[in-house]
């Protein structure tokens, strides 16, 4: 009987020890030795006597609807570190890049050492030199564009300067300017050498059961901003084909890859050969604004599509559709650009192939539409970019047209997907009613992976 008495004692003795603790945690097992510390003694043989009185602890109301846990506190955490202290503000807000949910990957071109800056008339852009002087600011070039009522200058930064630094400085001595830093711009295409049988599936799946007659499109003007256009191709004799290139002579694009995209895109929209053009008989005004050097090879720049849009505003009739088969960065100029001429031209651009949430500029800007790519299957392509404000999809895998040299290839990207969509929306009456007839794609109703859904082209069977 003594023997079960004592186990009594200790089994009661354990959850008072435990509950008289004052932090609350269990005691350490005595099976578990301590390092550096004595061995752990046997187990007592005699009754454990009651524990020592513990003050009592000062009690604290708890919260309303709130349950007290008992335990130590959590230890401290480290300050997380989100992009700006939360004790003190950040040096300079970042320039908003990117719509959507995740920023874009690095681009590996180099920065451009130019500063962008507009001014209303001559006079005004002459005083603006001479502010920049003493920042050590050399005009580059000028340009009056005409149509926009605009004048662009260019300069070249100090070749000594923290490109940084400096343009805080510019920006905290004229906050009224329109003024960035020039950047540049990639073709956003990944071409692609699978073999299919069927070079036209992507018009059948945008409801064309075969290809336009030549006179489809004919009363309708189209613009492209692009790369080179060979037009020497006996894929475009007859088609109405108008180039002209605006990158200084110094840039001109002479390689078969600078030529590549613009041709594959031209292609895609009037081609009347090997190529079965979307609008064939439509005019289209195709302005080069890739150029190429040893530092960056092929791409485009702001100021060099800040001319192109002067150009595209003087175009009559307006086109339709005006196709940007390339992305980049968000630029505050082009920003206001756009949403002057968005009120009457209409724009299409490719979302990108980052394969994430977002899309690139100028498909972010609210004045364009922006155009994802999908499969044979009608499953987007998985590089395709998409996020809430990807407007339609397009077929973009697998693309038949053609190289600068005339040579047929498969091409995949959204690059290759914006022409379907500036094709159907030069047939359509309105980008509304575009929305209105897309093909419902994925989840039901307007979706992140596919916009208002698959885009269809209405009319030229």
Same mark, same amino acid.
């Given at each position: 009987?003594?023997?079960?008495?004592?186990?009594?004692?200790?089994?009661?003795?354990?959850?008072?020890?435990?509950?008289?603790?004052?932090?609350?945690? %269990?005691?350490?097992?005595?099976? @578990? /030795? $301590?390092?550096?510390? #004595?061995?752990?003694? !046997?187990? +007592?043989?005699? =009754?454990? &006597?009651?524990? %020592?009185?513990?003050?009592?602890? @000062? /009690? $604290?109301?708890?919260? #309303?609807?709130?349950? !007290?846990? +008992?335990?130590? =506190?959590? &230890?401290?955490?480290?300050?997380?570190?989100?992009?700006?202290?939360?004790?003190?503000? #950040?040096?300079?807000?970042?320039?908003?890049?990117?719509?959507?949910?995740?920023?874009?990957?690095?681009?590996?071109?180099?920065?451009?050492?130019?500063?962008?800056?507009?001014?209303?008339?001559?006079?005004?852009?002459?005083?603006?030199?001479?502010?920049?002087?003493?920042?050590?600011?050399?005009?580059?070039?000028?340009?009056?564009?005409?149509?926009?009522?605009?004048?662009?200058?260019?300069?070249?930064?100090?070749?000594?300067?923290?490109?940084?630094?400096?343009?805080?400085?510019?920006?905290?001595?004229?906050?009224?300017?329109?003024?960035?830093?020039?950047?540049?711009?990639?073709?956003?295409?990944?071409?692609?050498?699978?073999?299919?049988?069927?070079?036209?599936?992507?018009?059948?799946?945008?409801?064309?059961?075969?290809?336009?007659?030549?006179?489809?499109?004919?009363?309708?003007?189209?613009?492209?901003?692009?790369?080179?256009?060979?037009?020497?191709?006996?894929?475009?004799?007859?088609?109405?084909?108008?180039?002209?290139?605006?990158?200084?002579?110094?840039?001109?694009?002479?390689?078969?890859?600078?030529?590549?995209?613009?041709?594959?895109?031209?292609?895609?929209?009037?081609?009347?050969?090997?190529?079965?053009?979307?609008?064939?008989?439509?005019?289209?005004?195709?302005?080069?604004?890739?150029?190429?050097?040893?530092?960056?090879?092929?791409?485009?720049?702001?100021?060099?599509?800040?001319?192109?849009?002067?150009?595209?505003?003087?175009?009559?009739?307006?086109?339709?559709?005006?196709?940007?088969?390339?992305?980049?960065?968000?630029?505050?100029?082009?920003?206001?650009?756009?949403?002057?001429?968005?009120?009457?031209?209409?724009?299409?651009?490719?979302?990108?192939?980052?394969?994430?949430?977002?899309?690139?500029?100028?498909?972010?800007?609210?004045?364009?539409?922006?155009?994802?790519?999908?499969?044979?299957?009608?499953?987007?392509?998985?590089?395709?970019?998409?996020?809430?404000?990807?407007?339609?999809?397009?077929?973009?895998?697998?693309?038949?047209?053609?190289?600068?040299?005339?040579?047929?290839?498969?091409?995949?990207?959204?690059?290759?997907?914006?022409?379907f969509v500036s094709a159907a929306l030069a047939l359509a009456a309105s980008p509304e009613a575009l929305l209105?007839?897309?093909?419902?794609?994925?989840?039901?109703?307007?979706?992140?992976?596919?916009?208002?859904?698959?885009?269809?082209?209405?009319?030229?069977?």
């Amino acid at each position: 009987m003594r023997r079960w008495a004592l186990l009594l004692v200790l089994l009661l003795s354990l959850p008072l020890q435990a509950a008289s603790d004052p932090t609350g945690a %269990a005691p350490p097992s005595s099976s @578990v /030795p $301590v390092p550096g510390g #004595p061995a752990p003694s !046997p187990a +007592p043989s005699a =009754p454990v &006597p009651a524990p %020592a009185a513990v003050p009592a602890p @000062v /009690p $604290v109301a708890p919260l #309303p609807g709130v349950t !007290p846990v +008992p335990g130590p =506190p959590p &230890p401290l955490q480290p300050p997380r570190r989100s992009g700006s202290l939360l004790d003190q503000p #950040p040096l300079q807000a970042a320039p908003v890049q990117w719509r959507g949910v995740a920023p874009p990957p690095a681009d590996d071109l180099p920065p451009l050492r130019e500063w962008l800056v507009f001014a209303a008339d001559q006079a005004e852009a002459e005083r603006q030199r001479l502010a920049l002087q003493p920042f050590g600011l050399r005009i580059l070039r000028r340009q009056q564009l005409a149509s926009l009522g605009l004048v662009l200058s260019v300069f070249r930064l100090p070749a000594e300067a923290d490109v940084l630094q400096l343009e805080r400085e510019l920006r905290a001595r004229f906050p009224d300017w329109q003024q960035e830093l020039n950047q540049r711009y990639r073709p956003l295409a990944q071409p692609d050498a699978a073999e299919l049988q069927l070079r036209n599936w992507g018009q059948r799946a945008m409801g064309r059961g075969q290809p336009a007659p030549v006179e489809c499109g004919r009363g309708l003007q189209l613009a492209m901003l692009d790369g080179p256009v060979n037009t020497t191709l006996a894929e475009f004799a007859g088609a109405d084909l108008h180039y002209q290139s605006l990158p200084p002579a110094q840039y001109a694009a002479r390689s078969a890859e600078a030529q590549r995209h613009g041709t594959a895109v031209a292609a895609l929209l009037v081609g009347r050969g090997q190529v079965a053009g979307l609008l064939p008989g439509a005019r289209l005004q195709a302005l080069g604004v890739f150029g190429e050097d040893r530092e960056a090879g092929l791409h485009t720049r702001s100021d060099w599509l800040i001319l192109a849009l002067e150009r595209v505003a003087a175009l009559d009739p307006p086109p339709r559709a005006i196709n940007l088969s390339f992305g980049g960065a968000r630029s505050q100029l082009l920003a206001g650009l756009f949403e002057r001429l968005g009120e009457r031209l209409h724009f299409v651009a490719a979302a990108g192939n980052d394969g994430q949430a977002g899309v690139r500029y100028p498909a972010a800007y609210p004045e364009v539409l922006a155009v994802g790519a999908v499969d044979a299957r009608l499953r987007r392509l998985r590089q395709s970019n998409f996020g809430r404000h990807l407007a339609l999809v397009a077929p973009g895998e697998d693309i038949w047209t053609l190289d600068g040299a005339g040579q047929g290839f498969f091409a995949s990207g959204t690059s290759f997907a914006a022409p379907f969509v500036s094709a159907a929306l030069a047939l359509a009456a309105s980008p509304e009613a575009l929305l209105a007839q897309a093909r419902d794609l994925g989840a039901a109703g307007r979706d992140e992976q596919y916009g208002a859904g698959l885009a269809r082209l209405a009319g030229c069977r």
